[in-house]
């Protein structure tokens, strides 16, 4: 019989990504998702890839009454991937009530609910921000946790922390994976990444340009100390990184754990400037690129990629996809939302 995963935030960029490639690994998904930042026509587009409409709960997390049904209602489940959360670093910092509660509500509410009915298996979603400005990199995963910069990034070690405390005292395995900059989307462009309103991230940015949306993308700062003045990042494919998930999920079914807390970098182990991201968006894409340079953005870090060195021996996981695929990928699935030939 297939193992049954909950994955909360399954409409999501990642979660979505990460349902297809857990069809393909033979499990079988139960979304939640309240929809706040994503649409039921993902489940669409899941269905076109897997061939199965996962069953889907629309359902807010921080409603503990409805995390109590979603598990009461499923009996069969094996693990929890939680990746339903706030992510905007600059929103955090105007509604810092909001990303407290939540990112920490859920967390405390799924958690709960996991043990009162025997699920042992969680993995969740944190992020390289935890590093914050590292003196040293890649970073590893013994680099030293920084304080946050935004109440996001606080939320997010905080939850580390508090499953940690929570599986020292109980029976809970967990896998914090720390992803480095998600790209790309699904090859066959069915999902992809859809932001609400003006794009944050680079890459969407760079897709909306190309594709006409925006006049020009910003290059904030090309005064950092890197080899050419832009700021450096790992920039991981969206299905590589759902693969890890796969995997992880497979080393705490397993029992292959080596501690009831394990922690992983999952990025590529490369690093790309800015402008590097840009050069290679229109080698991939024969179009040309607006941009200009522009001041830093507050917040921003100068570079920090990861030391994969720890997945690729516990987990016997690595990155197989380029830069170049990603950034395929995602103008695959810019052209697709904007109906272009
Ligand atoms: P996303 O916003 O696309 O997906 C999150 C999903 O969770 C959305 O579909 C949203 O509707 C849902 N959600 C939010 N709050 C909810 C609630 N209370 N109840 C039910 N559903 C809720 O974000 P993503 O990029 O897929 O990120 C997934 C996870 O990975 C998040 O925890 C995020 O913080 C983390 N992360 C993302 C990145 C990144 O660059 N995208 C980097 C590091 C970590
Ligand atoms: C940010 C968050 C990180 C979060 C991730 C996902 C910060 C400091 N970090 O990562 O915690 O997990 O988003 O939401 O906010 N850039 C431009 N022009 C643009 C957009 C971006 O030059 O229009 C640059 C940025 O300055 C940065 C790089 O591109 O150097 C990547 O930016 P982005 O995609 O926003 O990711 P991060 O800032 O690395």
């Known amino acids: 019989m297939k193992a049954t995963i909950l994955v909360t935030g399954g409409l999501g960029y990642i979660g979505s990504h990460t349902v297809t490639a857990l069809y393909e690994a033979g499990f079988e998904a139960v979304i939640v998702d309240d929809l706040s930042n994503s649409t039921e026509a993902v489940l669409d587009g899941i269905a076109r890839i897997t061939g199965v409409r996962p069953e889907f709960y629309k359902e807010d997390l921080r409603d503990p009454s409805a995390v109590n049904r979603i598990f009461a209602e499923n009996s069969r489940l094996e693990g929890i991937i939680h990746f339903a959360a706030s992510k905007y670093v ?49 970073v590893t995963e013994e680099s030293p946790v920084l304080p946050a910069v935004s109440p996001y990034g606080n939320t997010k070690q905080i939850g580390e922390e508090i499953l940690q405390d929570v599986a020292q005292a109980e029976d809970l395995n967990v896998i914090l994976l720390r992803y480095f900059n998600p790209v790309g989307a699904h090859p066959t462009a069915e999902i992809g990444e859809l932001p609400r309103g003006v794009p944050q991230n680079l890459v969407p940015f760079i897709t909306q340009t190309a ?25 991981i494919h969206v299905m590589d990184l759902a693969e ?22 999952v ?7 800015v402008l590097e991201v840009v050069k290679t968006f229109e080698e991939v894409t024969g179009k040309s690129l607006p941009y200009s340079f522009a001041p830093r953005r507050a917040g921003d870090i100068s570079a920090v990629w990861a030391d994969t060195t720890k997945a690729e021996r516990e987990l016997g996981w690595k990155a197989s996809k380029t830069l170049a695929d990603a950034l395929a990928d995602a103008w695959r699935w810019e052209k697709k939302v904007r109906k272009i030939k």
């Open 90 to 138: 600059g929103e955090s910092i105007e509604k810092p009530l909001l990303y407290y509660e939540n990112n920490l509500c859920s967390l405390i509410h799924l958690t709960k609910e996991a043990l009162a009915h025997g699920v042992r298996h969680f993995i969740f979603s944190s992020s390289c921000t935890v590093y914050g400005e590292p003196e040293e990199v890649p």
């Open 211 to 235: 594709a006409g949306v925006r006049e020009e993308l910003k290059i904030f700062g090309n005064d950092y100390s890197t080899p050419d003045g832009t700021a450096v990042r790992d920039y």
């Open 244 to 265: 890890a998930h796969v995997v992880a999920l497979k080393r705490l079914l397993a029992g292959e754990n080596k501690q009831k807390v394990e922690v992983f970098n």
């Open 267 to 273: 990025g590529t182990g490369r690093g790309n400037s």
